[in-house]
């Protein structure tokens, strides 16, 4: 048996039928573990954490460590892109990200893709750091932000209601929204690039607002930029499987699948597992969606929750994870919890 074979991630994303489950979160790293919480306050801010590769890659693997995770996912974050182009990037205490908005064509003239790989340089040491030190059976995802989340972050400057301010300027300036999606896809190229060869072993695309976007403008801002990110990783690191999570597109996904051709397909809180199950083709697996908020509760609730949604995968090959991100306030042990779960086989 290969290497290869020897991580339940990689074996599934291959094609092969796993029980149980390979299983990873996202956001498996963060504030809900007090270790995490430590060391952030060591770092002195979430954005110092993210560049330093020592301290980034040991939160990576904290959660690989305090529970049996099949997976490591890459601390960092989607908006390290945009920074690294060049746009101001601050992380407010308690209010999220606040960016300088960049709302015209003049305005992209002032990014600048060189250099880009340079000041992003911590990060690929940091996947390179854990790839050496991770258990021979977990795998290593890298990841970014799908070109029209990052966008609808540059255009408001913050995180608005829905993305409204984004979706607006999209009918409103179509020309420097297609220009922003095209530069930020040669970004990703690279970007995703150069942690694959760093070591990434599984790559993550999240696209948290390609839901309610009107069915029109799907095509431009989603589909068409994820399958050009595909074509190219596929082009340059042909093994490397890439997981697109399309957060609450709902009937679009099997479209989404057939025409980006990403290896697998993210779930989300809200989307119907069976109708998913019986839509989207089989050679593409699914990952998902355990509905963050019933990690939080645990105990009964839990337990129902991944009954429901073992049954709701039937025969299908799939990745266990949440519909979303783990939430600060979920209870460390409820992880624990779900990963026996998983483990045994019979949530009972
Ligand atoms: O999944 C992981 O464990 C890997 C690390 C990771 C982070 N952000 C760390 C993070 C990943 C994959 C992301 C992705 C990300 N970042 C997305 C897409 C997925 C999603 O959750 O919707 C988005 C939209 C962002 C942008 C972002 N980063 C926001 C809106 C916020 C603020 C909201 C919040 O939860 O505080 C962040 C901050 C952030 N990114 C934190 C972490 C651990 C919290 C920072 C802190 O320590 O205070």
Known sequence: MSAFRAKPLLSILAGEQLAPPPIWLMRQAGRYLPEYRELRARAGSFLALCYDPILAAEVTLQPVRRF??????????????????????????????????????????????????????????????????????VALIGFAGAPWTVATYMIAGRATPDQKDAKLRAYQDPGFVAALIADLTAATISYLCAQADAGAEVLQLFDTWAGGLAEPLLEPLVFAPTREIVAALKRRHPK????????????????????????????????????????????????????????????????????????????????????????????????AELVRMIRNGDPK
């Open 68 to 137: 049996q995770l099949d997976a490591a996912i890459l601390f960092a974050d989607i908006l390290l892109v945009p920074q690294a182009l060049g746009a101001d990037v601050r992380f407010e205490e308690g209010e999220g990200p606040r960016l300088a908005p960049v709302t015209s064509v003049h305005g992209l003239r002032r990014l600048n893709a060189h250099g880009m790989l340079d000041r992003l340089a911590p990060v690929f040491e940091t996947v390179r750091r854990v790839r050496a030190e991770l258990p021979a059976k």
């Open 240 to 335: 490397v499987p890439i997981i697109g999570f399309p957060r609450g597109i709902g009937l679009h996904l099997p479209a989404y699948a057939r025409t980006t051709r990403v290896d697998a397909v993210g779930l989300a809180t809200g989307d119907d597992v069976r109708l998913a199950a019986a839509l989207i083709p089989r050679d593409v697996v699914l990952q998902g969606c355990l509905d963050p908020l019933a990690l939080i509760v645990g105990g009964k609730t839990l337990q129902n929750a991944v009954e429901r949604l073992l049954a709701d995968m039937g025969d299908r090959p799939f990745v266990f994870n949440l519909g979303h991100g783990i939430l600060p306030e979920t209870p460390p042990e409820h992880v």
